[in-house]
């Protein structure tokens, strides 16, 4: 096999065969400076670049800033391409199973926090402490330890926040002053919120003058702050029996169903509506709201529209729901060096610097949230985000969640549509997600 220096040789004899073209004298001396330049690069010049598979979900807006970060990191590492493969509907996760299961699965992957879990149950991701341990240039300990814990399995680390995911209480200013009410604020009670949701609501019988006082999301995860607020558990330390049947909890879902039923101040939604009630909000149509930062770009398409954050109101104690959106490396990658520098890469200093002052994205960096989100300018108070993390709370850390999870989902619409009772429904539920908990091994992390 010729050496790459040998070749370039063989093709200046090829010189002799063209001397009473001219023509052909000028294409073969641009041909000869090009094969020299290579023979000057050495055998490196000719090696095929490796490709790597990113999978993510996000918006157009989001999809564009990390197409400029994975251009940064292309060109600092110019033997490697990035197939970006983006799934920005609903149907992301289901996708990125199949191509996990088919033997297909991307090389770096950003994972939902609810399939994480049983993901890394069934192996689907790369251990990552033997990859930290081995490079003295990742600081795990700059990672928000709360959320770091979400991120394991069994005690194995599989991988870590893309930023911080926490609830709080978003409220249309003009709103609160034209009905005369205070801001809300770290004092606020659930009674504060029921009194301030009452007094913000405007019933007509034209659907587009209506408004409302709150908007609530009673499916599955997002009531687990009221429970917890009042002082009551999803599931109990075994994670094999659902404890929402407790008075604490009953009492919370009772308190949130009430909320439609009994005071009127939330719309009537189905699941599949409660997506829409972002635009309302941000039409002026609600006057409280509970999301986090990712739902910032969305409210930001209105410039006249005057908000801010509050922490979400108390009752026994202060919670809030931690969620995830993390990156993985896929156990089945071929190319595990270049996989772990684009991981590192995509949860740099850097890149959360980018995703912080370009998309609100709250940093799941304790040096990035200290030194670039809480000093950037901007009109809303994101001390109320950074302290929320410290009394957020993840939900059940279980393989078998997912699927139990439906249960509680079916009785949460059946009590929000009133064909059943909180006490029946939520009665139903711990017995039917309990059963599904006992059949599955629990292997908590």
């Known amino acids: 096999m010729r050496t790459a220096q040998a070749s370039c040789l063989h093709r200046a004899k090829l010189d002799g065969a063209h001397r009473t073209r001219p023509w052909a004298r000028a294409l073969i001396a641009v041909a000869l400076t090009a094969a020299m ?64 299961a ?10 939902h926090g609810a399939f994480f879990i049983p993901l890394a149950a069934e192996g689907a ?25 979400l991120c394991r399995y069994k ?45 913000l609501t405007r019933r007509s019988g034209d659907p587009s003058r209506r408004q409302f006082g709150c908007v609530v999301d009673v499916w599955s995860a997002r009531t687990f702050p009221w429970i917890w607020q009042n002082g009551g558990e999803i599931v109990d330390r075994s994670g094999k029996t659902c404890l929402v049947d ?36 941000k039409a002026g149509r609600v006057g409280m709201f509970m999301s986090g930062a990712w739902d910032i770009q969305v409210f930001k398409q209105a410039p006249a529209f005057r908000w801010e954050v509050a922490p979400l109101p108390k009752k026994k104690t202060r919670a809030t729901l931690l969620g995830m959106e993390n990156y993985c490396i896929s156990s089945s990658t071929r190319r595990q060096k270049l996989a772990w520098e684009l991981f590192k890469f995509l949860l740099s200093r850097h890149a959360q610097a980018v995703m912080a002052t370009q998309l609100d994205k709250q ?19 994101r001390r109320v985000l950074v302290e929320a993390l410290e009394y957020g709370r993840q939900a059940p850390n279980l393989p078998a969640w997912t699927k139990a999870e439906h249960y509680l989902r079916e009785q949460l619409e059946r009590m929000w549509q009133g064909e059943i009772s909180v006490e029946q429904g939520a009665r139903l539920a711990a ?11 629990s292997g908590s992390s």
């Open 155 to 199: 005690g194995t680390l599989y991988s870590l926040p893309r930023y911080t995911s926490v609830y709080v209480l978003f409220y249309n200013k003009a709103l609160f002053e034209a009905a005369g009410i205070k801001y809300p604020d770290a004092s606020w009670t659930w009674d504060d919120f029921l009194s301030a949701a009452r007094a």
């Open 246 to 281: 407790q008075p604490e909890a009953v009492g919370a879902l009772q308190f949130l169903m009430d909320l439609r039923r009994k005071w009127r101040v939330t719309p009537t939604l189905t699941q599949t509506d409660f997506r829409e009630t972002k635009e309302w909000f």
């Open 102 to 111: 088919a033997g297909n699965a991307p090389d770096v992957m950003s994972v």
């Open 363 to 381: 940093p799941s960096r304790r040096s990035v949230t200290q030194h670039v989100y809480l000093k950037q300018k901007v009109h809303y108070d």
């Open 431 to 441: 017995q039917l997600v309990s059963q599904e908990l006992s059949r599955t091994k």
């Open 125 to 149: 991701f790369l251990p990552l402490d033997p990859l930290i341990k081995s490079d003295p240039t990742f600081d795990l300990a700059d990672f928000y330890p709360q959320l770091v814990r």
């Open 37 to 100: 330049a290579g023979c000057a690069r050495g055998p490196e010049a000719g090696r095929r670049s490796q490709v790597l598979s990113l999978f993510t979900w996000v918006p157009p807006a989001e999809m564009a800033v990390n197409q400029r970060l994975i251009h940064e990191f292309e060109r600092s590492h110019p033997q490697v391409k990035v197939r970006m493969l983006n799934e920005p509907g609903g149907r992301a996760m289901d996708k990125l199973q199949a191509s996990i």
